[in-house]
């Protein structure tokens, strides 16, 4: 059972696929910085100062301490429940960024990759047959 679970892990599929999770997750955290970090604070001040990630709607009782606030984090991490639209919105774009750079990734690989030569298709038996009616009657008609 043990050689078949290393051949099973030597298996190139599998590499490549734990190398792109861990590459993945690397990739994830530059995008969220991205995101939250540069785009949403831009988005926000185009469209009059918005922080979208705090627009919620509290769906329960909030802790005395916390009446008032506007802090999603804190009001989360207190466990009132919240419906968080602006975490949402900004999850959206993390994920359209993504989903445009892997659109990006792909189509430059695929330009880069060599396109393999297509072996000319062989002719049908019909029009070579209707070929060598041609050529034969040329032939005789000298």
Known sequence: MFNEFKTFIMRGNVLDLAIAVIIGAAFGKIVTSLTEDILMPVIGKIFGGLD??????????????????????ALKKAGVPLLGYGEFVT???????????????????NRLMPKPVEAPAAEAA????LR???????TRRV
Do not use: K
């Open 126 to 129: 019909d029009i070579a047959l």
């Open 91 to 109: 999850q959206a774009v993390n994920f359209v960024i993504v989903a445009f750079i892997i659109f990006l990734l792909v189509r430059a690989v």
């Open 132 to 138: 060598e009616i041609r050529d034969e009657l040329r």
């Open 52 to 73: 979208f990630s705090s627009y919620f709607l509290v769906l329960g009782a909030v802790p005395p301490e916390l009446t008032g606030s506007t802090d999603y984090a």
